[in-house]
C-alpha cells in the first residue's frame, strides 16, 4: 500500500505546511495506524527535531516521494484536537494574517511541544486517577432579583448562536448570573440527553473568561464551592507548566465542565462546549500584544458563532465595538440597572478642583477630611493612582539634567523602597545617583507622584492608619496579590491605595470611598481611545465604592476626582453614572471622524536601529501594491520611538469594509516576506493602541 502524505504545521514564520510521510509499521505490525488531523506527531525538520501537528493528508506532494521524510513519532496517548479546534486556528491565522504553525503550537501546552512524553504521560496518568468531584461545602446561594432572573434564564434558555451584551452597572450582580445561567446549562444539559450514558460521555462544557486570574481567587473560590461534583480548571499564565499541561487536558478530555481562564483559555480545546461567558469584557487584556495578537473577545464571538452557541459579554461600561453591535441589535442587550444587594446604592461623584484646592503630599483638604472621617468609622478607603513607582523621574534643579533612560525615549522612574531607577519599557535599572551626574549637585528632586510617594506622605499624614499598596511591584511574588486583597476583604486595611489592579471587579464590600488621583493627562491624549478607556476605568474605580448598604451611623458611599479641569464633559458623564449617553455621544464622534467601529483599520510597525531605515521601509510597504479603496497613511515614528536602543516607526491602514482589507492584507503580507528586508516588522489587524 502507498504511504499516505501528511501535511504537517510546525512553529516556524514559514508560511506554509510541510509534507512527511506516514510512519511506517513497526516490525511487528501488519499497518500501523495512520496519524489523523489535529495530531501532534515528531519529525526531523532540517537538523532539528520538532513537534509539529498533521492537519490533513494528500495523496501527492510537489516533492518527489522519494525525498519526503518519515514521521518519527505519533503522540498517540493525546487525542487528536477537533476539526472545529483547527478550523478556529485556521481562523485565527488568516485574520491575523500569521503562518497557521504560529498559532496552533504555540497555542498549546509546552510540555505538549517537547520532545520527550515523559510530563505528558504522568499528567495523562494523574487526569485518569483524579476522581471528577471535588469537596465542596455548598454555599448560600442568592435568590436573584427580577432582572437577574430575566438575564439568566434568557441566557440558558438562548438557542444556536446567540451574542448577549449583560450590561449592569457596576455591583449589580453580575457574576451570580452568568453563575446561576451556567448552573442552568450544566443541568439541562444532563436532561436533555436521551441516553443517560451519552450525557455521561459529552457533558457541556462552559468556558469563562476574566481579565486577570490572579486579581479574582474570590470568583474561582465562588465557582469551586457552587458546583460540587463538577470539574474546574483554570487556565492562565501564571500556571506552572505541568499544572498548565493537566488543566488543558482536562479540558481536551472533556472532564472538566468549567474552564475559567485569561485570554490565552480562548484558544483552549473544548470539545463539548455550550456556553461562553466574558466577564469584564471591555477591560484590554483581552488583546494580546505581541506573538500572535489577537482580541479574545472576538476570537470567542466567532468560536460561538462556530459552535452556534450563546456568548455572554458582560460589562458595566462595554466597549464601543460591543455597544455598537448592541445599539444596532446585533447583539441582544440585557439590562441590570440596579445594585444587586439591598439598599446598596451607586456612590454620589464630586469633583476637586485642585487649582482651589491645592494639594499636599498628593491630597486635597476635601480628600483628606473625607479619609479622616473614614478612619474614625473603621470603614474603608481606596485611593486610586494608576502610576506605580515613586515618582516619574527625578532632576536636577542646578543644571537641569533628568533622569532619562538611555536606551528609551522615556524617563528612568524612581522606585524609593528599591533604592534603584527603573525604565518601565526596558527594564534597565540604575542604582539611584548620589549626585547630577553632569554637574555634581547633590540636591536631586523627584518630581511628580506614584503609588510609593502616595504611600509614604499617606503613612506621615494617618501614622495609626493600616496602609496598604498594591500595584505590580508589591505584587510580584506568586500568591502576594491574593494575599493583599485577602487582608482587604478581612478588613485589615484602612487606606488601600492601587493602580488599575485594583479596579477589576473586586467586590470590597468595606469600602465607602474611592478618591482618584490625577486622571486629567489621559483627557488630552492623542489617542482616540484614550477617553473611551478612561472613561470605564474612573466608572470601575468609582463602583468599588458603596457595594453594601450604608450602615447606621456610617458614611455615604462617596467617590472624590481631583482635577484641574472640573469643566470636562467627560467628569460630567461619570458624575451621572451615565455610560448610555457618554457612549453615543462617542460613538458619533467615532462616526464623523471615520473611526472604529466605523472603519477597519490595520497596523504595520517597523523596527530598525536607526529610525530612517524603519521609515524607509514603511515607506516601500506602502508603495508595493495597488491598493484601490485602502487608505494607506504616511509612516509615523512611534509615540515612544526608542525602546532598547530600537527605533520604530509604525503605517496605519484603514478600510470601510472588513473583507476588502482583509483580501488587502493577505496580499499585502506576501509582498512584504517577499521583500525580504532586514526591517524586523510586525502586522497588527484590529490595533488597540495607535
Ligand atoms: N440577588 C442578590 N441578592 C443579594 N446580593 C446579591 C445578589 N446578586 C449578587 N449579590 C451580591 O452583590 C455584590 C456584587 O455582585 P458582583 O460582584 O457580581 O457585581 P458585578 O455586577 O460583577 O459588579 P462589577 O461590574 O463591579 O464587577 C456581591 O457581593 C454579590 O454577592
Ligand atoms: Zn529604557
Avoid at 518527489?64 to 487525542?79: G, H, N, S
Avoid at 462616526?591 to 521609515?615: D, G, K, N, S, W
Amino acid at each position: 500500500m502507498k504511504q499516505p502524505i501528511l501535511q504537517v504545521v510546525l512553529d516556524t514564520p514559514l508560511d506554509s505546511s510541510f509534507d512527511y510521510l506516514s510512519p511506517s509499521p513497526a516490525g511487528d505490525e501488519t499497518a500501523a495506524a495512520i496519524p489523523q488531523a489535529g495530531q501532534l506527531v515528531q519529525l526531523s525538520f532540517g537538523r532539528r527535531e520538532v513537534i509539529g501537528m498533521v492537519i490533513g493528508s494528500s495523496e501527492h506532494s510537489d516533492v518527489p516521494v522519494d525525498k519526503l521524510k518519515e514521521i518519527q513519532a505519533v503522540r498517540d496517548q493525546l487525542k487528536p484536537l477537533a476539526p472545529e479546534w483547527l478550523a478556529l486556528c485556521r481562523f485565527a491565522a488568516n485574520y491575523y494574517q500569521r503562518p497557521l504553525g504560529e498559532v496552533v503550537l504555540p497555542g498549546l501546552p509546552k510540555n505538549l511541544r517537547t520532545l520527550t512524553t515523559v510530563s505528558l504521560d504522568r499528567a495523562l496518568k494523574k487526569l485518569s486517577k483524579t476522581d471528577e468531584t471535588h469537596d465542596a461545602t455548598p454555599i448560600d446561594v442568592p435568590a436573584l432579583n427580577a432582572s437577574q432572573q430575566q438575564a439568566a434564564d434568557a441566557i440558558a434558555g438562548a438557542n444556536g448562536f446567540a451574542p448577549i451584551l449583560l450590561y449592569g452597572v457596576t455591583g449589580s450582580g453580575k457574576t451570580e448570573v452568568y453563575l446561576q445561567a451556567a448552573a442552568q446549562v450544566l443541568a439541562s444539559d444532563t436532561e436533555n440527553i436521551e441516553s443517560a450514558s451519552e450525557a455521561a460521555e459529552n457533558p457541556a462544557q462552559i468556558l469563562i473568561l476574566v481579565p486577570e486570574i490572579n486579581l479574582t481567587p474570590q470568583l474561582e473560590g465562588n465557582i469551586r464551592a457552587r458546583f460540587p461534583g463538577v470539574m474546574v480548571a483554570t487556565l492562565h499564565s501564571g500556571l506552572a507548566e505541568g499544572e498548565r499541561l493537566r488543566h488543558w487536558l482536562a479540558a481536551h478530555s472533556g472532564q472538566a465542565r468549567i474552564i475559567l481562564g485569561t485570554r490565552l483559555a480562548v484558544l483552549a480545546s473544548l470539545p463539548h462546549l455550550k456556553l461562553i461567558i466574558i466577564d469584564e469584557e471591555h477591560d484590554p487584556s483581552y488583546k494580546q500584544q505581541e506573538g500572535l495578537r489577537y482580541s479574545a473577545r472576538d476570537l470567542a464571538v466567532w468560536r460561538a458563532h462556530q459552535l452556534k452557541i450563546p456568548i455572554v459579554l458582560g460589562s458595566a461600561t462595554p466597549s464601543l465595538e460591543t455597544w455598537h453591535h448592541a445599539q444596532s441589535g446585533r447583539y441582544r442587550k440585557l439590562e441590570l440597572r440596579e445594585r444587586a444587594v439591598k439598599n446598596a446604592v451607586l456612590p454620589a461623584v464630586r469633583l476637586i478642583d485642585m487649582e482651589r484646592d491645592k494639594p499636599t503630599e498628593g491630597l486635597t483638604s476635601t480628600l483628606v477630611a473625607a479619609l479622616k472621617q473614614r478612619l474614625q468609622r473603621g470603614e474603608q478607603s481606596l485611593l486610586f493612582l494608576n502610576r506605580r513607582g515613586y515618582a516619574p523621574v527625578i532632576a536636577c534643579d542646578a543644571c537641569g539634567w533628568v533622569s532619562n533612560c538611555t536606551r528609551c525615549t522615556s524617563f528612568m522612574v524612581l522606585h524609593k523602597p528599591e533604592h534603584r531607577l527603573r525604565c518601565h519599557h526596558c527594564s534597565l535599572e540604575l542604582r539611584i545617583p548620589k549626585s547630577c551626574p553632569t554637574c555634581g549637585n547633590v540636591d536631586l528632586q523627584p518630581l511628580g507622584r506614584g503609588t510609593q510617594r502616595l504611600e509614604e506622605g499617606l503613612k506621615k499624614m494617618f501614622p495609626e492608619a493600616r496602609v496598604l499598596r498594591i500595584d505590580a511591584d508589591s505584587t510580584r511574588r506568586k500568591g502576594s496579590a491574593q494575599a493583599a486583597f485577602d487582608s482587604v476583604h478581612r478588613g485589615d486595611v484602612d487606606i488601600l491605595i492601587g493602580t488599575q489592579m485594583v479596579a477589576k471587579g473586586h467586590d470590597f464590600q468595606k469600602l465607602t470611598l474611592v478618591g482618584i488621583l490625577n486622571p486629567d493627562t489621559a483627557l488630552f491624549s492623542h489617542d482616540y481611545r484614550a477617553s473611551e478607556r478612561l472613561f470605564a476605568q474612573l466608572m470601575q474605580v468609582a463602583g468599588r465604592a458603596g457595594r453594601t448598604a450604608q450602615k447606621e451611623g456610617g458614611s455615604p458611599s462617596e467617590v472624590l476626582i481631583q482635577t484641574r479641569y472640573p469643566q470636562h464633559p467627560l467628569y460630567a458623564a461619570v458624575i451621572a453614572h451615565d455610560y448610555d449617553h457618554f457612549a453615543t455621544s462617542l460613538l458619533e464622534e467615532r462616526q464623523q471622524a471615520h473611526l472604529p467601529p466605523y472603519i477597519f483599520q490595520a497596523l504595520l510597525r517597523a523596527e530598525a536601529r536607526e529610525l530612517e531605515t524603519a521609515i524607509e521601509f514603511l515607506q516601500q510597504a506602502a508603495t508595493c501594491l495597488a491598493h484601490d479603496g485602502i487608505i494607506i497613511h504616511d509612516p509615523i515614528p512611534m509615540t515612544m520611538t526608542r525602546v532598547a536602543n530600537v527605533d520604530r516607526a509604525q503605517l496605519l491602514i484603514e478600510c470601510p469594509s472588513r473583507p476588502a482589507l482583509q483580501a488587502f492584507l493577505t496580499e499585502w503580507v506576501a509582498a512584504l516576506r517577499a521583500m525580504k528586508s532586514r526591517v524586523k516588522w510586525s502586522l497588527e489587524v484590529d490595533p488597540v493602541d495607535i
